[in-house]
Structures are given as structure tokens and as C-alpha cells.
């Protein structure tokens, strides 16, 4: 065949695949399905924190119109815990309940109404236990213990140089806190189970990772993997709060009891509950350098927030130490990471995944650090930037692209923007905006950077390959490929990027990007900036395939060829923390610039200026989308998001208290991408979905302490904060270290249920 | 109750429970899923939709409202000669992601060159600051309001 260009291939700004389905409301989201005689089912979540459960009493739901099945944890006949990385989840929780949302009992009806009306019908006896809702509480020994074995899930433990005896000559300290942060996807937590005639199921639910989800989901309905088949239902963005089971195996256990079909769908109080969020932190950073500035030192200590449930925090943990001593040169590297149950709801993933935390903290101690050496800060930074080759605190040699001093020039050269009057302006332009509340009596600007980076794909020695089958078909009108994947495409364009290389690669316009099912191997999750270099490497390399056999043939019958792409190996890490254990790793710096009302404290951002490394561009529009986006949660964490808890209760579960950036509240975003190939990567391109998120909330409070003066240690900062009414976060000194058996996760040592960590490791272990 | 309504041109009649939203009517009665739930309480506009030629969020108005009124969803602004100018702009413009905000966002901006057929930045702002995007940080769906303007003139 003859290799023509068609439009719409990589490097171009390519429509979406799926864009007119869901520009004209036709695209079918979880909650937008429905079926024949279907049943609604609503889930009962605990008001405690701790408690026990002395009884539940059902009979009044179960004699209510309409009411078709209740069940409770006395119900379940099969595996009753589930998680992502350990099955330390209750499906309903049966003895005692750990968080405030807890699911402890479903309920199927006829329609909506009823089955929410016989959940309030529910009676639950519980007995209130003590709880602990401060990380730095859970370390106490006599805490409460929210699990048995204690309430340490992992501890992380890096020495790398010789940390005690670095010679620096000027020291800075610093303690910073972030909030807790809610991923806010508008599409809620949703899907249909429709019980099938074999005995199994088919679920059409949200997820981040088909395979994963089936992996949890069919030990607890008793039913062999085979059985359990997945379809990916429309995706309304997830950040990582689709990458953990919400309604799925509740679904499923309901209609495989009454024979009918199951629609779940969480409303937006209910998804606060029904889904991991942001880990909060609390970082103790001491930096120590030369008078000159280079780096000697870095004494990380890390806490975070793990809830209830382990979800995906062990990973975090471990990316959040691996990064802490920021994108730099260290010789002596200490690092102490922990991470804690305690009795609020569960953290695991959202965009940045760890790295957003100590950003914040790093990039604070390096703007102190060249305050106290008069140094510019950009110079500070260029001075100890790693670069290829560089060593990191693991001992992890950066075999990669790391452009970082490319970025600091390119960001820096992005023209800052326009002085503007101070007076006469119309409201909308002052802080405050729309309020109108500053006449800009007391403006002052700011201009702060952040300097970041983080791992792409799966690390710590997991091989989460992907796999794709690409066909190629005669038509009447010419060759029509078409792509088979388990690939989740949530809304960041993932489609869209595999069509270009197909279009690319075998050189036919018209693509057919086929659901994603659990009937194909996995894709593993989209998630860790990885599924356009995994999934798009098995489109690659199976497109590569079907090109060989066009060598041998012509295209009289379809040619179908299915692959598997494989990253870089990486490794676990050792008792000090020593390994190689990320595939790839991005770099980004974000310049931020603020207006701030210092008598009001309120803050207009004004800009943000973005140099990104992205390997190489796939789609340009795309991929400045994941950036402008990226950029608006962490300008969110910076100034208005925050999961408000009181006793492990979240009391801001809408859109009405928990405030995500509005079109009034973001900035234009100037993006540039610097292009310098990742070896062994698809085309050389590095996911570029987190980075932005990383620096954003630290670039943005870097310029508002510049605009103010003050330390403002904790994000998000409030107006008390800028104004000075509210004192910086206080801590009596680090976390103490805990005494554990090594570098794993707690439950690993105790033998329970492993999660995804099967699947990644392979089944026969 | 028994709710008279003309949705999209069509004359439907509808018994609902008293409660029931103007939303949940299009969404559930009438299958018109096009416009979304994501807040139940006015804050994100994913459920606008027309009232007698007013913008409202759906999920805020009791269907009995809609009685004896005229509803407009999205599904009424592609017609058979293709999408609307907001829709294509919207596509060209990259101004979708995972679309869930997208009904109510092309909704709303039709909503506004309809009104104001050349829009400074800062009315566009204002016009569209009922309407959360958790994707894209807003800045190609003003993009996509210039285009369409670009479109529409």
C-alpha cells in the first residue's frame, strides 16, 4: 500500500475523536445509562469517624414500596475487603466503621425515590470509639489505632551521601502544610450492572483501569475473573479519584441477588465520600549550601494523611519522599517519609500524586535558601539543577532528557505581563472581581516561581505494561483501521493521540477507536502520566506490526496484529532507599504573577507562564489543555481548595463550600514545551498530564509571598493569611521516625490481601 | 402530577412526583441525558437549559414550572444541516476534555452571542462564571466564545 499523509497525525492539533458526541450532549456518561426494567440503588454511610456497629436493623426498608434488596456486611458470601494496592476495604462495613462515609449497607428499589427513602429507613446502632483525625496523633503511641496492627501504612527511609557530616555553610528550615483536595470531576462516580445468563455480570462503569477494577471486584461476587466483564462507561474526568472502586462491586452484588439490571449514581455530596482524595502533608525541610549556592544538604521529614484505607498511598508515599529534596544536585540526601491511617476518609491519587506536596515545600526552602545568600532565585536554581546524568537521592542515575536549565530560560523569557493602572479599572479586574469589593486602594504584585518535576508510569519495580490491537480493513472507500484497548480515556485525549498514530503509522484517515472492555488485555490505569506512552507504544508497535505484513501481502483480508509495550525496568527500593525505582521522569517551571488587595487580602492571578518538558508534542492543543487545566487545580490548592474536616467530617461536600476555580478566578496560561527526545519512549514524548499540577500551587504562593512579604507556610493560603490576621502553621518539630520492619507497606509484612500489586507483579507470585 | 411541557419543539405531557426537577424531568422522563447533574444545587451550570427562552439551571426549577412552558435542551441546537456554530467552535478550539461541562457551557454561550453578539473578554468572564470546567482551565472555551462569535457575525 502506498503511504499517504492523511490529516489529523501526530504533532498536529487534531480534533477529538469523541468531541461531537459530547459537544451535542449524545456521549454517554456513567450516569447517563440506562436499561429495561432496572432497579436505582442508593448506599448507607457511617456519620462516625470510629465506632462499632452493635446492630443494623433493615426490616422497615425491606418491607417499603418498591424496595427489591438490602444488603449489609452480614450479607456478603464472598471476599469482603477490597483496595487498590491491599484488600483492607470492607465492601459494607461489618464491625466497626473507620471514616465518616463509610458504605455500610446498599439498598435496590424500584425507582430513585424509594430506594432513598428506605436507605433513610435503615436504623444502625452504632457505638462511638475514640478516633484519630490528626496524622501527627496517629504516630502517638497511645492513639487509637484505626487498624489492629497499628496506624503506620508505610514508612520511607532515604540516606543518600553522608547527610550527618555535610559541610554546609548557611542553613534554612522550613515546615509547610498542605490541605486535603478533592479531584472535583463534574462527571460523578456511576455505572449499570446488568446481571447476565452465564452467572456473571456486565458492568458498564467509570474507572481509571478495567483490569484492576475486575481484579477487585470478582473475588467479591464469588465469580472467576472471565465473568466479570467490563465496559468503560463515558468518563466526566478523574484526577485519580476514578482509579479506586466506588459503586462497582455494590452494583454488581445487588443485581446478581435480584436478577435485575443496577444503576448507581453518587451525587456530588456523596462523591466527597465516595472517593479518595489529595493526601494533606506536613513537610519539615532543611536545606544547606555552600555561601556560593550550591546545594550540600537536604533533611526531608514527611507526613501524610492516609485515612482510613491504604487505597494507592504506599505509591505516594514513596513518590513524595523520592522527590522531596526537589529537582536538584544533593550529595547528602536524608529523607524520613511516613505515611498514616487515621479515622478520616481515605487518600490515594490525584494528578501529581504525591510530588504537589513537597514541591510546595521544596521550592519554599529554596526561595528562603537564596533570600539568605542574596542570590536571585532563578540563579539558585540554575546552580544545582539536575540535568542528564545526574544522581538522585536513590541513587537513580537521570539517564533521561532533564532539559531543567532550558526550562528556567525559557520561562524566564516569556514576557511578563503588562504593568497595569491601579485605579479606574472595572471591578471584575481587582481581587475580588466580580464582588466589587476593591477600588485597588493597596495592590501590590508579586512574581514567584516553582520548579518541579515528577515520575512517569508505574515505578518501584511493577511492570504495568499495555496492550493494543490494531486491525487494518479493506472498504470499498480504502483502508479503515480500527483500535482495540482497555485504555481509559477520561477526557485528557488519549483517543485522540492513538488515532493521530495510526493515522501516522499506516497512513489512513479514518480510525476507529473501539470501546475499551476487560475483553482485551490490560491497559493498565491512566494515571502516573503513563497512558499515552503505554497505550500509544502498543498502538505503535502493533501498527509497526501490520505494516510488516503489508510487506508480505496486500490487504485483500483484514490484517490484525496485537502488542504489548513494556517501559524501562525499574527497582524496588533498597533498606536505605537506593535504587532505580521510577521509568522516566518530566520537568516543569511555572512563573506566576499576583495581584494581592493587602487590606482585604484577596488575590487576582494574573498570569502563568509555563516552560514544560514534553518530550516530544503529540497533539500542541491538547497538550497545552493538560497544562491550562493542570494549572487551574493547583492554582485551586494554592488559594481556595481545601476538604474542610471537623472530627473526621467533611464540611464543605458541594460545590457551594468546596470552591474550584471559577472563569473568573484563572489567568491566562502561556505554555511553551521544550522537545528533547525520551530514548525507548513512543515518538520520545513524556505524558504531560500532571506537571503543570506539581508547581503551580507552589509558584503561585511563591508569588504571593513575594507580593506580601509574608512566610505563608500552608496552602491553600486564606485572606487571613495575606492580610496577617492568621499566624503561619506552627509545629512543635518533625514527626518522629517509627519504628518499622523496612522500606515496605505494613500490610505486605503482615501477608494480607495484596490489590493491584498482584496484577503488576504477575499471578503466579 | 401531569406536567405539559413543549421540549424541543415537541409537545410532552409527563406525571412526575411533586419534587421532581426540571433536570431530572429531561433526564429521566424523557431521556434527554444531554444535559448534566453535577452539583443538584445551581453551582455548575452542567444542567442549563432554556425556559421560555430564559437561561436557568434545570436542576434548580421544579418541573412544574415547565408546565404549560417552552424547554430548550442542547439536543435542540444541532440541526440536520450539523452542529451549531458554538459546537464547531468548541471542537476547533479545543475547548473539551472529558465534555461533562460541555452541554451547559455550549448552552450557555449560545445563550450570550444570542444576546450580546460581540462580547468583551471580562462579559464573557461574567457570563460564563456559572459554569464550572474542572478540565481545562477555562482558557480555550473563551477561545471557542471568539470563535463562535468570529462564526455567528
Known amino acids: 500500500m502506498s503511504v499517504t499523509k492523511p490529516r489529523g497525525g501526530i504533532g498536529e492539533s487534531a480534533r477529538r475523536v469523541d468531541g461531537e458526541p459530547k459537544v451535542t450532549g449524545a456521549y454517554a456518561y456513567g450516569s447517563d445509562l440506562a436499561t429495561e426494567n432496572m432497579l436505582w440503588a442508593v448506599t448507607v454511610r457511617s456519620p462516625h469517624a470510629s465506632a462499632r456497629i452493635r446492630s443494623i436493623d433493615t426490616a422497615a426498608a425491606r418491607r417499603m414500596d418498591g424496595v427489591r434488596c438490602v444488603l449489609t456486611g452480614g450479607d456478603l458470601e464472598h471476599a469482603k475487603t477490597f483496595g487498590l494496592e491491599f484488600c483492607d476495604q470492607p465492601v459494607l462495613a461489618e464491625d466497626v466503621v473507620r471514616y465518616v462515609g463509610e458504605a455500610v449497607a446498599v439498598v435496590a428499589a424500584e425507582t430513585l425515590e424509594e430506594a432513598r427513602l428506605a436507605a433513610a429507613a435503615i436504623t444502625v446502632d452504632y457505638e462511638p470509639l475514640p478516633a484519630v483525625t490528626d496524622m501527627e496523633r496517629a504516630l502517638d503511641a497511645d492513639a487509637p489505632l484505626v487498624h489492629d496492627f497499628g496506624n503506620v501504612l508505610r514508612h520511607v527511609h532515604i540516606v543518600h551521601g553522608d547527610p550527618e557530616h555535610a559541610a554546609a555553610e548557611v542553613w534554612v528550615d522550613g515546615y509547610y502544610e498542605t490541605a486535603m483536595q478533592d479531584q472535583a470531576a463534574l462527571g460523578p462516580e456511576a455505572g449499570l450492572a446488568v446481571p447476565a445468563a452465564d452467572g456473571g455480570i456486565d458492568l458498564y462503569a467509570v474507572t481509571q483501569w478495567i483490569h484492576v477494577d475486575r481484579q477487585q471486584i470478582a473475588p467479591c461476587l464469588g465469580l472467576p475473573e472471565e465473568k466479570v466483564r467490563i465496559t468503560l462507561a463515558g468518563v466526566g474526568g478523574a484526577f485519580g479519584s476514578r482509579e479506586d472502586i466506588h459503586m462497582q462491586i455494590h452494583a454488581s452484588l445487588l443485581a446478581l441477588r435480584t436478577g435485575r439490571a443496577v444503576k448507581m449514581v453518587y451525587g456530588r455530596e456523596e462523591s466527597f465520600h465516595g472517593h479518595v482524595h ?50 536538584y544536585e544533593v550529595a547528602n540526601v536524608r529523607v524520613e517519609g511516613t505515611v498514616v491511617y487515621t479515622n478520616n476518609p481515605p487518600c490515594g491519587a490525584m494528578r501529581g500524586f504525591g510530588a504537589p506536596q513537597v514541591c510546595f515545600a521544596y521550592e519554599a526552602a529554596m526561595d528562603a535558601l537564596a533570600a539568605k545568600l542574596g542570590l536571585d532565585p532563578l540563579e539558585l536554581r540554575l546552580k544545582n539543577a539536575v540535568h542528564r546524568g545526574s544522581v538522585l537521592p536513590t541513587g537513580q542515575v537521570l539517564e533521561g532528557p532533564a532539559p531543567v536549565r532550558e526550562l528556567i530560560e525559557r520561562c524566564r523569557a516569556i514576557p511578563l505581563p503588562d504593568e497595569e493602572r491601579t485605579v479606574g479599572r472595572d471591578p471584575i479586574g481587582y481581587p475580588g472581581g466580580a464582588g466589587n469589593v476593591s477600588r485597588g486602594e493597596s495592590l501590590r504584585r508579586g512574581v514567584g516561581y516553582a520548579v518541579g518535576f515528577k515520575n512517569v508510569m508505574y515505578s518501584e519495580g511493577f511492570d504495568d505494561a499495555a496492550e493494543a490491537t490494531v486491525t487494518l480493513r479493506p472498504t470499498p472507500d480504502g483502508p479503515v483501521a480500527s483500535v482495540r484497548t482497555a485504555a481509559v480515556d477520561y477526557g485528557q485525549g488519549l483517543y485522540t493521540v492513538l488515532a493521530q498514530i495510526v493515522r501516522t503509522e499506516l497512513g489512513v484517515d479514518e480510525v476507529v477507536i473501539e470501546p475499551s472492555t476487560s475483553g482485551v488485555g490490560s491497559a493498565g490505569s491512566t494515571s502516573a502520566s503513563r497512558q499515552t506512552t503505554m497505550t500509544g507504544g502498543a498502538v505503535l508497535g502493533a501498527c509497526r506490526e501490520v505494516r510488516a505484513a503489508l510487506l508480505e501481502r496486500d490487504l485483500a483480508e483484514p490484517i490484525s496484529r496485537t502488542y504489548t509495550h513494556h517501559h524501562r525496568p525499574t527497582t524496588p527500593i533498597d533498606e536505605n532507599g537506593q535504587g532505580s525505582p521510577h521509568a522516566s521522569f518530566a520537568f516543569v517551571v511555572q512563573r506566576a504573577t499576583v495581584e494581592v488587595d493587602a487590606e482585604l487580602g484577596l488575590v487576582r492571578v494574573v498570569q502563568i507562564a509555563t516552560a514544560q518538558d514534553a518530550g516530544r508534542v503529540m497533539n500542541p492543543q491538547g497538550a497545552e489543555g493538560q497544562v491550562e487545566g493542570g494549572t487551574a487545580q493547583g492554582v485551586g490548592l494554592a488559594l481556595t481548595e481545601e476538604v474542610i474536616l471537623e472530627d473526621g467530617a467533611i464540611r464543605n461536600a458541594s460545590f457551594t463550600d468546596y470552591l474550584i476555580p471559577t472563569i473568573l478566578d484563572v489567568a491566562p496560561v502561556v505554555t511553551e514545551f521544550v522537545e528533547e527526545p525520551e530514548e525507548g519512549a513512543p515518538y520520545g514524548l513524556k505524558g504531560v498530564g500532571e506537571l503543570a499540577t506539581v508547581v503551580s500551587t507552589a509558584a503561585v504562593v511563591a508569588a504571593l509571598r513575594a507580593a506580601t512579604g509574608r512566610t505563608l507556610n500552608r496552602a491553600p493560603v486564606h485572606p487571613d493569611d495575606l492580610v496577617g490576621i492568621r499566624p503561619e502553621a506552627t509545629s512543635s518539630g518533625p514527626a518522629p521516625v517509627p519504628d518499622v520492619p523496612g522500606q515496605k507497606s505494613i500490610p505486605e509484612y503482615l501477608g494480607l490481601g495484596l490489590g493491584q500489586q498482584m496484577l503488576m507483579k504477575g499471578r503466579d507470585e | 402530577m401531569l406536567i ?82 458554538v459546537q464547531e467552535a468548541f471542537l476547533d478550539a479545543g475547548a473539551v476534555q472529558c465534555g461533562f461541562c460541555t452541554p451547559g457551557l455550549v448552552v450557555a454561550v449560545a445563550d450570550l452571542l444570542a444576546r450580546e453578539p460581540h462580547p468583551s473578554e471580562d462579559a464573557i468572564r461574567e457570563a460564563l462564571a456559572g459554569n464550572l470546567c474542572r478540565c481545562t482551565g477555562y482558557q480555550k472555551i473563551v477561545d471557542a466564545v471568539r470563535l463562535a462569535e468570529e462564526a455567528l457575525a
Open chain 2, 4 to 85: 405539559r411541557t413543549t421540549v424541543n419543539g415537541a409537545e410532552r405531557a409527563v406525571d412526575v412526583p411533586p419534587a421532581t426537577s426540571l433536570l431530572t424531568l429531561l433526564r429521566d422522563e424523557l431521556e434527554l441525558t444531554g444535559s448534566k447533574n453535577a452539583c443538584e444545587q445551581g453551582e455548575c451550570g452542567s444542567c442549563s437549559v432554556w425556559l421560555d427562552g430564559e437561561l436557568v439551571c434545570s436542576c434548580l426549577v421544579p418541573a412544574v414550572q415547565a408546565d404549560g412552558a417552552d424547554v430548550r435542551t442542547v439536543e435542540a441546537l444541532a440541526d440536520n444541516g450539523g452542529l451549531h456554530p
Open chain 1, 278 to 327: 489529595r493526601h494533606p502533608s506536613r513537610t519539615w525541610i532543611r536545606y544547606g549550601a555552600t555561601r556560593d549556592g550550591r546545594l550540600v544538604s537536604a533533611d526531608v521529614r514527611l507526613l501524610l494523611d492516609g485515612g482510613a484505607y491504604a487505597s494507592s498511598s504506599p505509591a505516594v508515599v514513596v513518590n513524595a519522599s523520592t522527590f522531596a529534596a526537589g529537582p
